[in-house]
């Protein structure tokens, strides 16, 4: 009797909370320790970029799948290029979600790592140290623990998850997510994208307010080359034609006043939301079409003589703008600043750029996860200042967010790239748990 009825209520349970996970009670702390485990070892396999040989990082990744009976896939663009896929099959009901992160890294160099080795995979300070630590293997790793637990629950799903890891995605993505793209889309056809570009913080967005912000979409890169001519001399003897003062003053017209930019709906959102936002360069970069002045190269011999008038000056630029901003008007109102003593190659043309919308069941299910596990948290969709693999997807028709559920301080959020790249090992917890949470709101039947 009493099992008849616990079997009953077993069963309401079942058809009442359908997002509920059906399989036993998770044990999030053994998880949670085998994520930590997976992401040392993970960081340990030197992926950097060039050359970029993951065919250790994803043999790695293959036997953690196969361990559990999950097949593994791999496709090998080129020798190392290795990109890799594995599949929950749901009943199809709906197109698959794709988990995507990248196995390839930005060089490091070691002797500006504080004695850390950055491919040590040290866990310190109750973080786990590493290049790739955030971007983007310790974010991998979270979503690989979160399709894992999906497996080990058994739960049944009205679509497929794929778990991807692609290379090549921090020079461009010709060998991973292009040559996915071009060679095996059919395969994928994936309605969501979840990668990375998001994330959580309490100071980046608005101070003192624990801000979520999802990536849907990224500002294009806009390169330029700009040359200055004018008349080889002797420094002793100055004149008009220096093409180092050319260039000076070139440049400070461009400089001289803001850059044009254009509303953009998403941004409007985020600021709705949110009010007023902080200063510093992340927002003032999200809010508008910004430009560096990345390097500066004149002078005659190496290194240059100091006394020597060159005849040649040139500079580069990298401007980001918004989507949907128009690059040929950017670039005449750039050429017209410089002057037309200034030439200007464009070196990177302006990609197109699409938006996913944030009124989809996927934005909503983030959300709910999110705030699940932070309730004090305002989610808000929002512009990146970089490019990721989202963009070849968007273009494709694939609706993509980029989010690392992880509140990172501006230290940690800075330390992608930088020397001490590092990821808090007290947040793995609720990092899975929102993927987990968000996976079963959507896929479980
Ligand atoms: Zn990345």
Redesign the pocket.
């Known amino acids: 009797m009493i099992s008849f009825s616990l079997r009953t209520l077993c069963l309401v349970i079942l058809l009442v909370l359908p997002t509920m996970a059906r399989g036993q009670e998770i044990d999030w702390k053994t998880t949670v320790g085998e994520a930590v485990h997976t992401l040392q070892r993970y960081l340990r396999f030197n992926t950097t970029n060039p050359p970029g040989d993951v065919t250790e990082a994803a043999g790695f990744l293959q036997t953690i799948l196969e361990k559990e009976g999950i097949t593994v896939t791999q496709y090998e663009a080129a020798p190392g290029k290795i990109n890799l896929t594995s599949r929950l099959k749901g009943s199809g009901d709906a197109k698959p979600i794709l988990l995507l992160h ?1 196995m390839d890294v930005v060089p490091a160099d070691a002797s500006r790592w504080n004695g850390v080795n950055p491919f040590g995979g040290e866990l310190k300070d109750g973080h786990i140290w590493g290049r790739g630590a955030i ?2 293997k310790g974010t991998g790793v979270l979503q690989l623990y979160a399709f894992l637990t999906l497996a080990r629950q058994k739960i049944s799903l009205d679509r497929d998850i794929i778990f991807m890891a692609v290379n090549d ?2 020079i461009g993505g010709t060998m991973g997510t292009r040559y996915m793209l071009d060679h095996h889309y059919a395969e994928l056809d994936p309605e969501y994208v979840l990668d ?1 570009g998001g994330f959580g913080s309490r100071e980046i967005f608005v101070d003192g307010k624990l801000v979520f912000g999802i990536s849907v979409a990224e500002k294009r890169a806009l390169w330029l080359r700009v040359t200055a001519r004018g008349t080889a001399g002797h420094g002793s003897q100055p004149h008009d034609q220096n093409p180092n003062d050319k260039l000076m003053r070139a440049l400070d017209r461009l400089f001289s006043q803001p850059f044009p930019t254009i509303p953009n709906p998403a941004l409007d959102a985020l600021v709705s939301q949110l009010g007023p936002l902080a200063k510093n360069r992340f927002t003032n970069a999200i809010e508008g079409t910004t430009v560096s002045l990345t390097s500066l190269q004149s002078g005659v011999g190496d290194p240059p003589k100091a006394n020597v008038i060159p005849s040649l000056a040139t500079a580069t630029l990298d401007a980001r703008l918004l989507p949907g901003m128009d690059a040929e008007a950017f670039l005449q109102e750039v050429k017209t600043r410089l002057g037309g003593e200034i030439e200007v190659e464009v070196i990177h043309p302006a990609s197109q750029s699409v938006v996913t919308p944030h009124d989809t069941p996927m934005f909503r299910s983030l959300s709910n996860a999110i705030s699940r596990h932070h309730p004090d948290a305002t989610v808000v969709p929002m512009i990146i200042p970089y490019g ?1 693999d989202s963009r070849m997807f968007r273009l494709r028709g694939a609706k993509c967010y980029g989010i690392l559920p992880l509140v990172l301080s501006t230290e940690l959020a800075t330390s ?1 790239h930088g020397d001490a790249e590092r990821i808090p090992v007290d947040q793995f917890e609720t990092g899975i748990r929102i993927y987990y949470d968000t996976l079963v709101e959507m896929t479980a039947r």
């Open positions: 990248h971007d983007m995605e921090e990375e990721t992608i």
